[in-house]
C-alpha cells in the first residue's frame, strides 16, 4: 500500500451532497477536484454490493484522470422491506435525483408490508463503503454503519438524500434536522473515514 501521504484526490462523484459531506472529512491543505471539474461521467454502476459499486467508481475515476480516487458508495436499508432500497438507495430517485419520489416510494412499500408501521419501531441502518484506488492499480476500501429508525413523516431542511426521514439509534431527531457538524461526528460516512484517514 503507498506508503506516501495523499496530496492530490478526485472525489469519485456527481452527487453534490455527498461530495460536501466527503470534503468536510478531508484535511483542509488537500488539493480535491471533482469529475465535473474535468468533465467525466459517472460509471454505471453495476456491483451486487457496496463495497463493488465503491470501488467500480473509484478505479473509473481514478483511471480517467490519472489521480488517486476516494469513492463512496452508500445507501439505507430497512429491516422489513428485506434491506431495500440498499445498493439501490441512488436509483429509487430516478434519473434527475429527485429524494421525494425515493422517499413515496419507501412510505408506500412500508404501507404494503404493514399499515400500521407508523406506530412502530421500524428498524433501518445507513451503510457508507469508501474506497481509495491508486492509478497504479493498490486499493483499499472500508465500512462505515449507523442503525436507526424510519421517521413517519419527513422532518428538517439539512442533508441529502434519505436523511429526513432517518433517525439515528439514541436520538430523537432525523438527520436531516441535525446541524451538518453534528451529523458528521457520527453517521456512516465519517464511521467509514475513520478506517482510511491514515492515507491522508
Not at 470534503?23 to 488537500?30: A, G, Q, S, Y
Not at 488517486?68 to 429491516?79: R, W
Amino acid at each position: 500500500m503507498s506508503k506516501k501521504k495523499i496530496t492530490n484526490l478526485i472525489i469519485g462523484s456527481n452527487n453534490l451532497g455527498k461530495i460536501r459531506e466527503i470534503k468536510h472529512l478531508l484535511p483542509v491543505n488537500l488539493k480535491i477536484y471533482t469529475p465535473r471539474k474535468l468533465n467525466i461521467k459517472s460509471p454505471k454502476e453495476n456491483g451486487k454490493t457496496f463495497k463493488e459499486n465503491s470501488l467500480i467508481k473509484a478505479k473509473f475515476f481514478s483511471r480517467k484522470s490519472k489521480l488517486v480516487c476516494l469513492a463512496d458508495d452508500s445507501g439505507l436499508e430497512i429491516n422489513i422491506l428485506k434491506k431495500k432500497p440498499g445498493i439501490f438507495s441512488s436509483r429509487w430517485a430516478g434519473k434527475k435525483g429527485n429524494f421525494n419520489t425515493a422517499i413515496k416510494k419507501i412510505f408506500n412499500q412500508l404501507n404494503k408490508q404493514d399499515k400500521n408501521w407508523k406506530k412502530k419501531k421500524i428498524k433501518a441502518r445507513f451503510v457508507c463503503v469508501l474506497s481509495i484506488y491508486w492509478p497504479e492499480g493498490k486499493n483499499f476500501s472500508s465500512m462505515g454503519k449507523i442503525e436507526g429508525f424510519i421517521s413517519s413523516n419527513k422532518k428538517g431542511k439539512n442533508g441529502f438524500g434519505y436523511d429526513p426521514i432517518f433517525i439515528p439509534i439514541k436520538k430523537k431527531i432525523t438527520f436531516a434536522q441535525m446541524l451538518p457538524k453534528e451529523k458528521f461526528k457520527i453517521d456512516h460516512r465519517s464511521r467509514a473515514f475513520k478506517k482510511i484517514k491514515k492515507f491522508f
